[in-house]
C-alpha cells in the first residue's frame, strides 16, 4: 500500500545526484527512478526541501553536465516549486548531527529543520551516516516504498 497522504504530500530531502539526473532523464524522456522522483517534486505530489547550499549545487552541476541555459531552467523550476531555506536558518539544527561528515551536515541539517520523511540519495556513505535520523533511501527503493 502507498505511503502517500491524500491530503499533503511527504516531504523529502533529494540529494543533489538524484535531482539533476532525474531533470536529465526527463528532459530527455528516459524512465527511471531519478525521473519519477523528479517528476512528482514538478507535479507537487513530493514537497522537496531546498536550502541555498542544495541549490547552488545543484545548479553548479547542472551547468558543468548539461550548459547554463539547463542549469537555469533547473533552478527555476525549483524557484517555483519550493521554499528555500538559508544556511542561516539550518545553523541550530548542525549541533545535533556531528556525526555526519562535513561536506553532508548542511543537507542533514536541512532534513532535521524540515522534518523530512525521507532522504533520497545514491552516495551509500551520506545514506550510512544518517541511519536512525531518517529513512534513508535510494532512488529505486523510494519509488518502490511509495509507488511512483
Not at 32 to 60: C, H, M, N, Y
Not at 119 to 134: A, C, D, P, V, W
Request: charged fraction near 25%; proline fraction near 3%.
Amino acid at each position: 500500500m502507498a505511503e502517500r497522504s491524500a491530503e499533503e504530500p511527504q516531504i523529502v530531502l533529494i540529494d543533489t545526484n538524484v535531482i539533476v539526473e532525474g531533470a536529465i532523464n526527463l528532459a530527455s524522456n528516459v524512465d527511471s527512478p531519478e525521473a519519477r522522483i523528479w517528476s512528482a517534486f514538478l507535479q507537487g505530489r513530493l514537497k522537496a526541501a531546498f536550502s541555498d547550499v542544495l541549490l547552488f549545487e545543484v545548479v553548479t552541476v547542472a551547468r558543468r553536465l548539461m550548459g547554463k541555459d539547463f542549469a537555469s531552467r533547473l533552478r527555476s523550476q525549483i524557484l517555483g516549486k519550493a521554499e528555500v531555506l538559508s544556511k542561516g536558518e539550518l545553523f541550530p539544527h548542525i549541533s545535533q548531527l556531528s556525526e555526519v561528515p562535513k561536506e553532508d551536515i548542511v543537507h542533514a541539517a536541512l532534513a532535521t529543520a524540515v522534518k523530512a520523511k525521507y532522504i533520497i540519495s545514491n552516495n551509500r556513505e551520506f545514506l550510512r551516516s544518517l541511519k536512525g535520523k531518517f529513512r534513508c533511501v535510494t532512488p529505486k527503493s523510494f519509488v518502490e516504498t511509495v509507488h511512483l
